[in-house]
Each structure stands twice: as C-alpha cells, then as structure tokens.
C-alpha cells in the first residue's frame, strides 16, 4: 500500500467519523429550536413546560454531539496541508474562499449563540432565548452550505480560470450558485433532519420503556419526531430523486457506475442486482426491471441512457489515455443500501406513527425495543451516501482538472500515513467511547416529571 492508498483511506476515516455527526448537528439544532418555539405559542402551562424541558433535553445531546463535530473536522483542515499539498496548491484559490466564509459567518455564529442559548434560560427573555437556538440551527446548516458549495465545485467545476497551474476563481457568485449545490445541500440538510428524527425516536422509545416519570414527555416526543423524521425521509428521497436526474448532465459516468450500466440502452432498465465483473467491463449477471432507468431519468419509459463503456471512451477521446472508471460495484452496492435503509426507516416510524395515532405504543414494547436496536440506521445510509458522493468522481479529485493521484502529497511515505492513521484511529475511539459515555448518562439521568 502506497501513500496515496493509505492517504485515501486515512481521509475516508476520518470523514466518515466526522460525518457521524455532521447530520445529527443539522437536524437536532432545527429539532431543538422547534420544541423551544412550541413552547413559546402553546397556551396551556403543562404543555408549555413539557416543551421548554424537552427542548433543554435534547439541547444537551445537541451540545455533547457539536463538540464532538468540532474536534473530527478540524482534523479535516489539516489533512489538505499535510496529505494533500499538491490538492491544496492547485485549489486554495476556490476551495480557501468557502472555508473561510465557513468560519467567519457560519462556525463563530453558532459557537457564539451555543453559548447564549446555554447560559441565557433565566437571563433572556423567552422569545429572546428562542431566537438564539434559531441561529445556532442557522448556522449549523449556513457551515454546511459553505462546506457543500466547495465540494460542488470538486464535482462541477463552475466559475473558475486555469493561470500558472492553478485554479483560481472569477466568478464568486457562479459558485454559490452552482447547481450541484442545489442537490448536495438539499440532500444533506433533510438526511440531517432524518438523522436526528429517528434518533429523537430511539431515545423517546426508551424513555417510554424504562423511565416511568418522564413518560408524558417522551411520549410527545415520539410524536414529533415520527412527524420530523418522515419530513425528512420524504424530503431526502424527492430531493435525491431530482439530483440523480440533474447527474446525467453533470456526471453521467456516476449516474452509470450507480446503476451497473455498462452500454448504452434505450430505453435503460434499472438493476435490482447484479454480479458486476469490473475486469471485462460488463455485469456476468443481472436483475432487470426493463426501462425504469429511463422513466426515473425522464419521467418517461424512453430515453437513452449512456454506458459507461461509450462514456469512457469520450473521456479518454478528451483527457488522454487512462483509467476513468470509478468504483463501479462499491458504487452499486451502496446506492442499493442507502434506499434500502431509507426505506426500512421509513417503515418503522410509520408503524410507530400508527401505534402513537391509536394510543397503543406501549401495546407493543417489541416495536420500541425495535427502533431502539436500529438506531444506526440513518448513519450507515449517511456514510453510504457520503461514498457514493465522492467516490463516484474518481479518478479525479476535481472533476476535469486535477486526478487524485496529482494531488496528494509529492514526499509523503507510506509509513508516515500508517502510524498517522494508527494514532488517529485510537483517538476517536477514546472520544467516542467518551462521547457515547456521557450521552447516556445524559439519557438516563435526565428526568422530565410533572409538576
């Protein structure tokens, strides 16, 4: 294993610990502020006070899960520094200008209103005090919109000019306004929402079970977060669903490689599975379901849909001879498993709905028991997706200008990056297993009685 490899994996791990959290961030922060405004609007007191104790609730898992996303992504920063010089030389012009909008009008906004919201229960005014959690939501999804938007150009390269081997900027307002930030920014707030939801679920299922006191509060909890979480489902796939279509523009040869499509077809079939022989560049088997491919594209039973063999020749026609497939069975798979998942999700809060509509959750311990085991669900799909995002444009590290093998480190040893990942690798499991740690005592301690 070379540096490159080992510097690819060590990104991948990171990001994805990292990215256990970034979603939860999102949809927690909104879930929070909700709760505290209902709290604010509803007339009656015990209603009011079983809001306002809630919101003070899950506002400490918010905390104890924002602190953990702080200390992995800066972690992320120093990665383009270290591993990926040649990257960051090529890029820092564009990539530079959203990190630092990140930081400036996003990070210190919700780090500064954390803090208000925090320490300000009995020094603001309610309204005053509500105001402040929405910024804190605002922020966390305005650092994820900065974060999306220089990705976004990784994938489709918008308003920029090559001079002296670099990419430098100059058209500020082309990428903000990229259209794959549509898709990104869309899918990643409403997974966040999803994220958060079926975790509000988990947690309400077990206070329902075992914590005899609070079980009012619970109980309207799960109730809002069936409602928060299949808001987010729903939004996730429909948003999902415009993005693959927006994919055959912008990167056909992902679109393809999700779908195992290695010729041209139309109308094309959607492959249920598939035994996929990446050597000879076609499927030895196959599960078809005839030309929905083309209908999820088009909106109709017609219309072509390019292989990735005839896209691979273009892209050899264009950039020169090389390897342009990307990694067409992890690609597969994952999209697979990330509908898959949306789907059982989408099941289990729907039957838990049901049960909390008929008044019999506690009719059916096994369905809360259930949700509970399950609560990882949404983090798989979210790492699953993250793969799909940014292993779909490879070999490039920026789609069209830079492939990732030009961009990692030029005296980088592959030594250097294995004990780096050693070291990293036993860090987060001690910040983890810390994390984990005072989130349940926080679950468990916490008591939300009556008055």
Known sequence: MDALLLSRVQFALTTVYHFLFVPVTLGLSIFVALLETGSLVTKTYAMRDRLRKLAKFFGGLFLINFAMGVVTGIVQEFHFGMNWSEYSRFMGDIFGAPLALEALTAFFLESTFLGLWMFGWDRLSPKLHCLTIWIVALGSNLSAFWILTANS???????YAISNGRAEMTDFLALVTN????????HALLAGVSTAGFLVLAISAWKLLYDRESRAAFELSLKAAVVYTMVGLMGTMGVGHFHTQYLAEANPMKLSAMEALWETENPAPFTVMAVINEDEHKNDMAIEIPALFSFM??????GEVKGMNDLHQELVAKYGQGDYYPD???????FRIMIGVGGLMAAITALLGLLAWRRKLLDFPIVLKLVQVLFFLPFIANSVGWYIAEAGRQPWIVVGLQKTADAVSPNLTAGEVGLTIAGFTAVYLVLIAVAVGIGFRHIYNTKIAED
């Open 297 to 302: 594209l088009y909106n109709k039973p017609e």
């Open 328 to 334: 067409v069975t992890g690609l597969f798979f994952s």
């Open 153 to 159: 150009f990784m994938q489709h390269p918008v308003g």
């Open 179 to 186: 259209p794959y930030v549509h898709g990104e920014f869309g």
